[in-house]
């Protein structure tokens, strides 16, 4: 199957839409980091939302305070979390892990 040809106008409103959508995740990570968000807040919004959906879980693990690259690799790691992972991807159990871990922040 080859890759279909896109007009200037279809390729413009593809362009704008991604920058859109980093956007928004950029925005949604910022939320959690200045603390508007809690981790349970975040999964849920994102649940919902099917741009949000798409942050890498290890991203908005390292959006919390305190969380570094070492403790949300071990999170990851404790949850059966693939580093590539991102929130659409989860299962319940590893949402009702996370959630359970950082329910006080």
Known sequence: MSIPQLTSE???AARGAATQARRARA????????GELSLV??????AEDEVLAHVKVVDLLKALPRVGDKRAAAVMERFDIAANRRIRGLGRHQVAGLKAEF???
């Open 10 to 12: 279809q390729l413009q």
């Open 27 to 34: 925005e949604f990570k910022t939320k959690v980091r200045t």
């Open 41 to 46: 807040q975040a999964l849920d919004v994102a």
């Open 103 to 105: 329910r006080d922040r």
